[in-house]
C-alpha cells in the first residue's frame, strides 16, 4: 500500500517505515511536489493532525497521516500544548522554548513550593484512508527536570524526564530507548495494527 506521511522530517519517516514493516510504502508530501508550508492552525493537537492530513488528500486524493505532538505541562495547564514547537514565539527555536518553561515553573515553586513538575508529550496521528478519518494517540509520561542534560534527541527531549528511565532525560537515553516509549511510536503502532487490520 503506498501512503504520504505529512512530514518532511527524514527521521520520523524512518521510524514510521519500520513500525508500519512490509508492505507500505512511505512518501513524503515533496515526492508528490507538494513543497509548501502545510497549515497548522489549530486549536488542538487533534485539529492540526487533522488538517495536515486534510491538506494531502484534498491536494492529491491519496492515502495519507500526519502526526501533531504537544508538551504539556500540569502546573501550566497543559502549555505549551498545541504550540509546543514555538512556545518562545516564532522560529521553532527550542533552546528558548525549553528555557521559558524551566523560567515558568521555577517562578510558580518559588511561589509554591510544592508545585508538581509532572508532564506528558502527546501525539495524535490522524489517518486519512480511502477518504474515512482515523485517529490515534500515544502518551509518554514524566516529569520537566531542573536544568537541560544529554545530547540526544531533540525538541524537549533534554528536559523531559520519561517514567521508565528516572534521573534520565530522553535525550540522555539512546534513540532506540526513546522509540520504544515514544508518544509518537505508540500511536504509530496503533495505527500500524489498524492498518494490518484492514489489509488482512
Do not use: W
Request: glycine share 12%; hydrophobic share 35%.
Amino acid at each position: 500500500m503506498k501512503i504520504v506521511f505529512a512530514t518532511a522530517n527524514r527521521g520520523k519517516l524512518r521510524e514510521a517505515s519500520e513500525i508500519l514493516g512490509e508492505g507500505f510504502e512511505l512518501y513524503t508530501p515533496a515526492d508528490f511536489g507538494i513543497t509548501e508550508d502545510i497549515p497548522e492552525t489549530g486549536t488542538t493537537l487533534e485539529e492540526n493532525s487533522l488538517q495536515k492530513a486534510q491538506y494531502i488528500y484534498d491536494s492529491k486524493g491519496c492515502n495519507c497521516f500526519s502526526d501533531d505532538t504537544g508538551l504539556e505541562v500540569d502546573a501550566l495547564d497543559g502549555a505549551p500544548g498545541v504550540y509546543t514547537a514555538r512556545y518562545a514565539g516564532p522560529g521553532k527555536d527550542f533552546g528558548k522554548n525549553m528555557d521559558r518553561v524551566l523560567f515558568e515553573l521555577a517562578a510558580l515553586e518559588a511561589k509554591y513550593p510544592a508545585t508538581s513538575r509532572r508532564a506528558q508529550f502527546r501525539s495524535v496521528v490522524t489517518l486519512i484512508l480511502y477518504g474515512e478519518v482515523h485517529q490515534f494517540e500515544g502518551v509518554m509520561k514524566g516529569t520537566i527536570a531542573e536544568d537541560k542534560s544529554g545530547n540526544g534527541g531533540f525538541g524537549y527531549d533534554p528536559i523531559f524526564i520519561p517514567d521508565e528511565y528516572p534521573g534520565l532525560t530522553a535525550a540522555d537515553i539512546t534513540e532506540e530507548q526513546k522509540n520504544e516509549i515514544s508518544h509518537r511510536g505508540k500511536a504509530l503502532r496503533a495505527m500500524a495494527a489498524f492498518l494490518h487490520e484492514v489489509k488482512g
